[in-house]
């Protein structure tokens, strides 16, 4: 213990000596232990802390590159299926104009079908028409010439020739005006 020559107290801002020796001891082994031991295992502690860190942020990165780099095979595959969908829709109109063209085809085949069908029709009735009135021609003609010449024209050969010659004529006659109306 210091003491004061003059007065015989202790120095109430000096500590007596046992105590600064005791603490003295006790802050190196403390120092000691938080040298050798805590603070290895803190710096350590750290050091894992910041390698998880970094680590994170390089996964995080490798990451974002991975996302990036799908996020261009998914635009890159979105353009293909564009260019898909329009090649199918341009090739869907090719093929319906051929349809169309072709049930065109076969409209105007069946059409014309129906047209010769309905002109050979009418023709075959036309020739009937003028055989069945040949006959009724010829047997009133052949009635009314023997009722004006008073007597019976029976004979079947002649009564066709003097038919067969009339109509004849007629149709020359009827060919000739048709000729000059068409002029």
């Not at 213990?1 to 801002?13: D, F, R, T, V």
């Not at 000096?14 to 805590?38: N, Q, S, T, Y």
């Not at 780099?69 to 979105?78: D, G, I, K, V």
């Not at 076969?106 to 069908?117: C, F, M, T």
Request: charged letters at 30%; a negative charge.
């Amino acid at each position: 213990m210091i003491y004061l020559a003059s007065e015989g107290e202790q120095n109430p801002l000096l500590p007596p000596l046992d105590e600064i020796i005791i603490g003295g001891v006790a802050f190196l082994i403390v120092f000691f232990f938080l040298g050798k031991v805590l603070l290895p295992r803190i710096a350590k502690t750290l050091a894992d802390r910041t390698d998880a860190i970094e680590g994170g942020l390089a996964r995080a990165e490798e990451a974002q590159a991975e996302a990036q780099a799908e996020l261009e095979r998914y635009r890159a595959q979105l353009i293909d299926a564009r260019r898909e969908a329009g090649r199918l829709t341009e090739d869907a109109r090719e093929q319906g104009a051929a349809a169309i063209a072709e049930m065109r085809a076969e409209g105007a085949r069946i059409k014309d079908e129906i047209v010769a069908s309905g002109h050979a029709q009418i023709e075959a009735d036309r020739n009937q028409a003028q055989t069945v009135l040949r006959n009724d021609i010829g047997k009133l003609a052949t009635e009314l010439a023997g009722r004006i010449v008073g007597e019976s024209l029976e004979d079947e050969a002649r009564q066709r020739r003097i038919v067969d010659r009339f109509l004849d004529e007629l149709d020359t006659k009827a060919a000739a005006a048709t000729a000059e109306q068409v002029r």
